[in-house]
T-cell receptor
Framework: GAVVSQHPSWVICKSGTSVKIECRSL??????MFWYRQFPKQSLMLMAT?????????EQGVEKDKFLINHASLTLSTLTVTSAHPEDSSFYIC?????????????????FGPGTRLTVL | LAKTTQPISMDSYEGQEVNITCSHN???????ITWYQQFPSQGPRFIIQ???TKVTNEVASLFIPADRKSSTLSLPRVSLSDTAVYYC????????????FGAGTRLTVKP
């Protein structure tokens, strides 16, 4: 299946600094990418939907000025956590949707990255 | 947006068949049902997807009754490595705003 990578896989930063996380679709072009956050023992929470070349659509309660999303190309989306604080420590996961496939039985068009563990001290 | 309900946790033993049921009473006509598996500190991994009746692949089967208000993921002969959280998602995959996860089912496979 298609591959989505994230970089870095983990990061530790000081409170008040900004951290950028990259999400890349390695072998397909993704017009749409999603960003999720997951706290320990909890489910994934959708933060925003990112469409190439346009502004991201944020879920209710997610601060767009704190979580900056850029989707400048069909293979790369970035999430920047600005002025990070300890409560932002979480597991951030991206996913990418391939636009070229229509769903068929037992296939999927959304592929997930391996996640990025952010720890803010 | 179809909401899903799954059991919070399930226990099983190696070699057994495990069936996890997901309820989605307000599923829409264009919605598909997708199941993902997630191990700790990893991204979700696609397992299977279906629209109606039965779908089978090399790792699982998905049973969907005629009214589509529920679905059952069937894992044949589980092993210890199948211990994970399993998520059921329901949505129109052509609609970019529908990819929201429910609480998931934590499956523990015991020796």
């Amino acid at each position: 299946g298609a591959v989505v990578s994230q970089h870095p896989s983990w990061v530790i930063c000081k409170s008040g600094t900004s951290v950028k996380i990259e999400c890349r679709s390695l072998d397909f072009q993704a017009t749409t990418m999603f960003w999720y956050r997951q706290f320990p023992k909890q489910s994934l929470m959708l933060m925003a939907t990112s469409n190439e070349g346009s502004k991201a659509t944020y879920e209710q309660g997610v601060e767009k000025d704190k979580f900056l999303i850029n989707h400048a190309s069909l293979t790369l989306s970035t999430l920047t956590v600005t002025s990070a604080h300890p409560e932002d420590s979480s597991f951030y996961i991206c996913s990418a949707r391939s636009p070229s496939r229509r769903v068929a039985v037992s296939t999927d068009t959304q592929y997930f990255g391996p996640g990025t563990r952010l720890t803010v001290l | 947006l179809a909401k899903t309900t799954q059991p919070i946790s399930m226990d099983s033993y190696e070699g057994q068949e495990v069936n996890i049921t997901c309820s989605h009473n307000n599923i829409a006509t264009n919605d598909y049902i997708t199941w993902y598996q997630q191990f700790p500190s990893q991204g979700p991994r696609f397992i299977i997807q279906g629209y109606k009746t039965k779908v089978t692949n090399e790792v699982a089967s998905l049973f969907i009754p005629a009214d589509r208000k529920s679905s059952t993921l069937s894992l044949p002969r589980v092993s210890l490595s199948d211990t994970a959280v399993y998520y059921c998602l329901v949505g129109d995959i052509s609609n970019n705003n529908d990819m929201r996860f429910g609480a998931g089912t934590r499956l523990t496979v015991k020796p």
